[in-house]
């Protein structure tokens, strides 16, 4: 839920033991219901996201409610993705490359991602954007962001000709080295493997694997976890 709070959608309704999110439909994180118990409410979140046009797109973590998620796919809800939430203790972690810190995102970093159209997205909680140069020009970006002692880590991304580098490892080292002492978490897909072992290398562990549901596919994936 603390993940939650750094993405939060334009509106959100709470239902029961269900949060339901809509905005304007760029991403799936930001235009589903996080289901966090197994009261049903799977006509409820059909009607609403029916009502804004969007396609109901749920969140689940299947290990925990197993037969609400098969009810789920009773009901024509497919699978998208597999996710994994990963966490860490705090750290003090720094990193050996010089880096720039903005408390807001700037032109130049939202175009790495075509992140214009979800600026409000990633306003909505105090954040921190950092970039790496080299030769002027940008070579990563991530973004770390703060809800319930919790730094949340996310967009972190590398120039496609400087991977393998050692850059996305840096970044990383930069963003926990601004998470201010408090608990670290990053998403990741879990067909990722090479971030995957990036991330478990520098201390973090899979707390928990969520699952990605919908009616439809309408919405960029590309935009809901890039890691």
């Known amino acids: 839920r603390a993940a939650s709070k ?12 269900w949060l339901f999110r809509a905005d304007i439909g760029v991403t799936r994180r930001a235009n589903s219901a996080l289901v966090l118990g197994s009261d049903n409410h799977i006509d409820e979140v059909i009607n609403w996201y029916r009502e804004r046009n969007l396609p109901p797109t749920i969140s689940i973590v299947p290990n925990l409610l197993p037969e609400l998620d098969q009810e789920f796919e009773r009901r024509g809800f497919a699978k998208l993705l597999d996710v994994h939430m990963m966490v860490k203790d705090p750290s003090e972690s720094k990193s050996d490359l010089p880096f ?16 214009e159209k979800i600026e409000h997205l990633l306003k909505s909680s105090p954040a921190k954007y950092l970039t790496m140069r080299r030769d002027e020009k940008v070579a990563a970006i991530g973004r770390i962001a703060f809800a319930d002692n919790w730094a949340t ?5 590398v120039e496609p000709k400087l991977r393998g580098q050692g850059l996305g490892r840096e970044m990383l080292c930069a ?6 002492s408090a608990n670290l978490t990053l998403q990741v897909s879990v067909d990722n493997e090479i971030a995957i072992q990036l991330y478990k290398s520098s ?6 694997t969520y699952r990605l549901r919908s009616q439809s596919q309408q919405i960029n994936l590309s935009l809901d976890c890039q890691c």
Request: net charge negative; no cysteine; charged share 20%.
């Open 6 to 17: 750094t993405w939060q959608a334009r509106e959100e309704a709470v239902v029961g033991n």
């Open 100 to 115: 720039e810190i903005s408390e807001q995102p700037s032109a130049e970093w939202l175009s790495v991602h075509r992140d």
């Open 153 to 157: 880590l996310s967009l972190i991304w």
């Open 175 to 180: 963003l926990e080295s601004q998470s201010e």
């Open 203 to 208: 201390g973090y562990v899979i707390h928990h």
